[in-house]
């Protein structure tokens, strides 16, 4: 797992963020949303890495949060993209020692982990968590 810091005020140059409860399919909207402001933001390099890694944390939700509810942010920063994703959970995800091929699941961190340039978990005091990654553009954003 890489460590980062959360972006300061003055590293963030837009941002999206919602509170929703999620199903089976909200990723597919979700993505979307991600594309539009990926293009808006010129940043179309980091579409696929991006909405692969948010599908994965969506799933994770889907699958471990009771109630589904979580709180989805997308930061434009200097350099790149920054997703995170909060939850009331308190159980944090962990990578696979030992990840198994032919498993169904258990692979998502993994692959959040290869598609970003960082990633991390952060727990709350109160219970929770936010799951984070970020993504590095070539050159500066416009």
Known sequence: MN???HPSEAEVGGRYGMTLTVGDHSARHLRRILRQYLANWSMTELVDDAELA???LMANVVRHVPGRTCRLVIF???GGLRVELTDDCPKLPAMPA???ELAESGRGLLIVATVANRWGVVSHAGGG???WFECDTSG???
Do not use: G, S, Y
């Open 3 to 5: 460590h980062a810091t």
């Open 54 to 56: 948010l599908t994965e």
């Open 76 to 78: 434009q920063r200097a």
């Open 98 to 100: 030992h990840p198994d």
């Open 129 to 131: 968590k936010t799951v």
């Open 140 to 142: 500066e954003p416009e």
